[in-house]
T-cell receptor, first 114, second 117 residues
């Protein structure tokens, strides 16, 4: 079985400051890793994913995440946040075999302050 | 390309009543998922369809929840009778197919917010 832990339920940060949203996972099998973003009253959107290869993955809007197998982590970072980044962020894992179901963390609410 | 459509967007019912949600996936997507997202929690998979067959319904409370995907296109999720703890956002997602040595992204609809009073 797999589980995902997002220890920070809320993260307030000032505009243009850096931010890190933490994600740790537990799995006995190899997994794919994902970050999804959910804006108010909208569905989830894929932000970035790790499937294989380089452990550092980037999104088009400046977010990046690094897969650390030894620490079973996939933390999300952005060097300078904008007001528009205010949203809820979910970390998820999916086994690379089987029915490919997604297991989501409880989410981190990022609030960017002016 | 149109996204995943869901209706209604909001629904308020009393406990013990029944309710149904509808989902229309992205055209051509073979796999459809229903998730339950309780406030303060991440989405939890309820049921996964491949075309009109069920792939995984291990977390679906079958005594009160049912889902169908007739003709392998749109899908309905029903709750009968509803309980207070069913208050949640119900998300529908679709993907081109089950992975077979590759990866398919899941695309999510806006969700239906259910309040049971």
């Amino acid at each position: 079985a797999q589980s995902v832990t997002q220890l920070d339920s809320q993260v307030p940060v000032f505009e243009e400051a850096p931010v890190e949203l933490r994600c740790n996972y537990s799995s006995s099998v190899s997994v794919y890793l994902f970050w999804y973003v959910q804006y108010p009253n909208q569905g989830l959107q894929l932000l970035l994913k790790y499937l294989s290869g380089s452990t550092l993955v980037e999104s088009i809007n400046g977010f990046e995440a690094e897969f650390n197998k030894s620490q079973t982590s996939f933390h999300l970072r952005k060097p300078s946040v904008h007001i528009s980044d205010t949203a809820e962020y979910f970390c998820a894992v999916s086994p690379v075999t089987g029915t490919y179901k997604y297991i989501f963390g409880t989410g981190t609410r990022l609030k960017v302050l002016a | 390309e149109a996204g995943v459509a869901q209706s209604p967007r909001y629904k308020i019912i009393e406990k013990r009543q029944s309710v149904a949600f509808w989902c229309n996936p992205i055209s051509g997507h073979a796999t459809l998922y229903w998730y339950q997202q309780i406030l303060g929690q991440g989405p939890k998979l309820l049921i996964q369809f491949q075309n009109n067959g069920v792939v995984d319904d291990s977390q679906l409370p079958k005594d009160r929840f049912s889902a169908e995907r007739l003709k392998g296109v749109d899908s309905t999720l029903k709750i009968q009778p509803a309980k207070l703890e069913d208050s949640a956002v119900y998300l529908c997602a679709s993907s081109p197919g089950l992975r077979q040595g590759g990866y398919y992204e899941q695309y999510f609809g806006p969700g239906t917010r259910l309040t049971v009073t």
